[in-house]
């Protein structure tokens, strides 16, 4: 008798575990995390899990026999037992001791993948997910004490499950090949964003929760998770990039020890832009969060700090679709000039280096974005570099183009420039008088015909003795110049003249020119 009621006990007891490990199996699809963080994509494409291939087949294989084996298989891929994805308990349902381990089952369950090119598919398994990640973000915002290392690894598991992935190619060669304008360009949106969108939201409030420690959440918001979270920011979604780049920054304040690693890593991302691929949808954004980190620098600058200027930001000005960024990279080397007046010679040496020869759309930019460094710009630092730079703008002056030869006239509407160009007049104003001279004479545009009189009138009211200097040395030059056309003229006729006398022979047609012959003196 009392063998048989040990008997039934044990059995009672052996399904009570296996129902146990059953409920258990609903996270075992969970992708763990990893420093690789390499996520599997199913053949269906419903679900992607990173367990590595074969882990939970093979676990239940040994116990079921390898005849249940491929049926586990398919559902783990496919993810067709709607009824093992079920909803867990609110946290207002539970004891304030089991709240962070029910946080940690809510992770887990957050990072199971669906297929949202398909809206028809799983529709309520998403609905499960997005309330799901709802609580867990009101909880993190919520939360009043510090979050356990299980938490912080669950945590990082779920956003490198459901954040780091490849995007689809763009045919976005193709377009830069064929002058497509970006710009113009509609961006792509991606179909999971109402996951995506909670995920980067709980990220943002994990980053900058003061639950969250550092020193502890370090180990795993890694070097290798910066680098895929870098990654991301050429997503095609201006909505993910706008998320990416207050969780770097808040990023980079939280943990001081990745801040010469992220500076680093973006360096690394404007070399492959510049020199590469000439293609990224994320440049103004990481631009823009340099430009609050130049900010902060402290001084004296770095060597570190003034390299990164000089092999990265002036190169930056190289790419055809500048436009797309130049405001936030304008600020930042505005903001170098400010920190340190001596890199004024640096930056306008590097900006006349890369000056465009044939964009004008690009030239009005540059030109822009001069007048905000020369107003940031000491006599001392002007000096050095005046001579090449005047050069450049008495080109802009003469450009066809009547956008680039304005924006160049509107220098001298800015009292600190003009006070330069005037402290320099008799070093500038012969370089620049030829083109104001052409201008006034011959431009087709009224506007800049009319800016060019009044640069000419400043110069002429504060040295007319130097202006009449500089306009009888252009009269000379153009004498000097008509001479020169003449005989040329009288040249080609001559040529002309004796090609028609021996036009009906073949001998060949010599003209000696007048110059007496030049030798070479030893």
């Not at 980053?207 to 969250?212: F, I, K, L, Q």
């Not at 000097?480 to 090609?499: F, G, Q, S, Y």
């Amino acid at each position: 008798m009392l063998r048989q009621i040990l008997s039934k006990v044990s059995r009672k007891s052996s399904k009570h575990s296996e129902s146990r490990d059953g409920g258990h199996t609903l996270y075992s699809n969970a992708p763990t995390y990893s420093k690789s963080g390499e996520l599997g994509t199913s053949k269906s494409g419903n679900v992607i899990s990173s367990v590595p291939a074969g882990s939970f087949v093979s676990d239940v294989g040994k116990s079921n026999g390898n005849k249940n084996a491929k049926g586990v298989n398919l559902k783990l891929n496919g993810f067709v037992a709607s009824s093992s994805y079920e909803a867990l308990p609110g946290f207002r349902d539970v004891p304030n001791s089991e709240k962070q381990s029910l946080l940690v089952r809510k992770l887990n369950l957050c990072c199971v993948i669906f297929d949202f090119t398909d809206p028809t598919k799983h529709l309520k398994e998403k609905e499960i997910k997005r309330q799901t990640l709802l609580e867990v973000v009101d909880y993190v915002t919520s939360a009043n004490g510090k979050f356990s290392e299980t938490v912080m690894q669950e945590g990082i598991k779920m956003v490198s499950a459901n954040l780091f992935r490849s995007f689809s190619p763009q045919p976005r060669e193709n377009k830069v090949v064929d002058g497509f304008d970006l710009e113009e360009e509609e961006p792509s949106m991606d179909p999971a964003w109402p996951h995506l969108q909670i995920v980067y939201e709980f990220l943002l409030r994990f980053v900058a929760s003061p639950e969250t420690d550092a020193k502890l959440a370090k180990r795993y918001v890694d070097h290798s998770f910066i680098l895929k979270l870098l990654d991301l920011f050429d997503s095609e979604d201006p909505r993910e990039r706008e998320y990416l780049k207050t969780i770097l920054h808040r990023t980079y304040g939280k943990f001081m020890v990745h801040r010469p690693f992220i500076r680093k890593a973006i360096n690394n991302i404007f070399y492959s832009f510049i020199f590469e691929a000439e293609k990224h949808n994320g440049v103004s954004e990481l631009l823009e969060i340099l430009g609050s980190i130049i900010n902060g620098f402290a001084l004296p600058l770095k060597e570190e700090h003034k390299l990164f200027l000089v092999r990265a930001l002036i190169p930056l000005h190289k790419p055809k679709y500048l436009a797309m960024y130049h405001q936030q990279l304008s600020y930042c080397i505005t903001q170098f000039v400010e920190k340190d007046c001596k890199l004024a010679d640096t930056v306008i040496r590097g900006l006349l280096k890369y000056w465009p020869v044939t964009n004008s759309s690009k030239e009005v930019l540059f030109l822009s974005e001069l007048e905000e460094v020369l107003e940031a710009t000491q006599p001392s630092e002007f000096q050095r570099c005046m001579v090449p730079l005047f050069r450049q703008i008495a080109h802009c002056l003469n450009s066809s183009h009547f956008q680039v030869a304005e924006r160049a006239l509107f220098l001298w509407n800015n009292d600190h420039i003009e006070n330069l160009i005037k402290q320099n007049r008799k070093v500038l104003l012969p370089i620049m008088f030829s083109a104001l001279e052409k201008n006034a004479r011959n431009h087709w545009n009224q506007a800049v015909h009319s800016l060019t009189l009044n640069v000419r009138k400043i110069f002429y009211d504060l040295d007319p003795e130097l202006f009449n200097e500089c306009l009888e040395e252009f009269k000379e030059d153009e004498s000097k110049e008509d001479e020169v056309k003449a005989r040329r003229e009288a040249t080609w006729k001559r040529l002309e003249e004796v090609a028609a006398k021996k036009a009906s022979s073949n001998e060949p047609v010599l003209v000696r020119g007048r110059a007496p012959l030049r030798t070479a003196s030893r």
